[in-house]
């Protein structure tokens, strides 16, 4: 029999407390490390995507530079070639409404020149009489709306010409205005360009 006196309770249990806590402890400075290294190599994950995005943004600002040089030293051949573009442009509206003219003049009538100022065009023919004239510029706005904006007769008679050009009997001479439709896009042709052409009207 023992005859001791019972020992108290926090001495019957001190060394199963003391493991215990000494066992979280030890869980928790693990947990603790673990949850360290899972957080470094996050931040070691970030700062590599960081410095990839960094390093993909410095080379699109370095081909934007690039492209900026490449644009600003072909800048003037590109001016150039839209002023060609141009050019040919207002060249071809010429041939069109010169050829136009020459199509639709009534038959009998000598035209004997018709050149291009500006935006206009103009012409010197005999006619077989003035309501001929007239009725051959209103046809030309009527039918190619979309290539002469607007026609009028300038003068009439020799006081038109200041040189001397043959007569046609039983005609009168008749000075024309043609103002040509502006296309959009394309600036009006310089003020020195000119085109010119000579002839007498293909019977039908």
């Excluded at 040509?180 to 293909?202: A, F």
Aim: glycine share 6%; aromatic share 10%; charged share 25%.
């Amino acid at each position: 029999m023992n005859f001791l006196p019972p020992q108290p309770i926090y001495k019957r249990f001190f060394y199963s407390f003391l493991s215990g806590i000494l066992l979280l402890l030890s869980g928790l400075g693990v947990g603790i490390l673990y949850a360290k290294k899972v957080a470094g190599e996050r931040v070691s994950a970030l700062e590599a995507e960081v410095a990839q995005k960094r390093k993909q943004l410095n080379q699109a600002i370095q081909l934007k530079k690039n492209e900026e040089k490449i644009y600003e030293s072909q800048q003037p051949a590109m001016d150039y070639e839209k002023t060609i573009q141009k050019v040919e442009a207002s060249q071809q509206r010429w041939k069109e409404a010169a050829y136009q003219v020459h199509q639709m003049i009534p038959r009998g009538t000598d035209l004997f020149r018709l050149q291009g100022i500006g935006n206009q065009l103009e012409g010197w023919a005999y006619f077989s009489s003035i309501p001929e004239a007239t009725k051959f510029l209103q046809e030309l706005v009527e039918k190619k709306p979309d290539l002469y904006q607007e026609a009028w007769i300038e003068c009439v008679g020799d006081r038109c010409m200041n040189e001397v050009y043959e007569k046609n009997a039983n005609q009168v001479l008749v000075h024309f205005r043609l103002d040509l439709k502006r296309e959009k896009g394309v600036e009006e042709s310089s003020e020195n360009q000119s085109r010119s052409g000579d002839g007498s009207p293909e019977s039908s």
